[in-house]
């Protein structure tokens, strides 16, 4: 049984940096990424990762943060600096399962990020 587990969330000041941490089990993963849910909002693609590590990320968060994986351990990371008070929302963990048969998405149960002063 695939299990994603997110780490890393919590308070931090505008202008600070958070490292997110996702560990995924329970399966053979291709691309993972990192989504996003402000209050009221629309979940958003944030950045994702291929298991070559080819990267894609919303403008929003260009340059500002990096998504990185470690294939042995099945983890994916999201480096957070600058950050903003827009950038708070509870973030998911999200990775593409390969079994016999088609890909198939599963989604962590998130992390909530708060930018606040």
């Known amino acids: 049984q695939v299990q994603l587990v997110e780490s890393g969330g919590g308070l931090v000041q505008p202008g600070g940096s958070l490292r997110l941490s996702c560990a995924a089990s329970?399966?053979?993963?291709?691309?993972m990424g990192w989504y996003r849910q402000a209050p009221g909002k629309q979940r958003e693609l944030v950045a994702v990762i291929t298991r070559s590590s080819r990267t894609n990320y919303a403008d929003s968060v260009k340059g500002r943060f990096t998504i990185s994986r470690d294939n042995a351990k099945n983890t994916v990371y999201l480096q957070m600096n600058s950050v903003k008070p827009e950038d708070t929302a509870v973030y998911y963990c999200?990775?593409?399962?390969?079994?016999?048969?088609?890909?198939?998405?599963?989604w962590g149960k998130g992390t909530l990020v708060t930018v606040s002063s």
């Open positions: 999200y990775a593409n399962e390969v079994r016999p048969g088609g890909v198939y998405g599963n």
């Open positions: 329970g399966g053979v993963f291709t691309s």
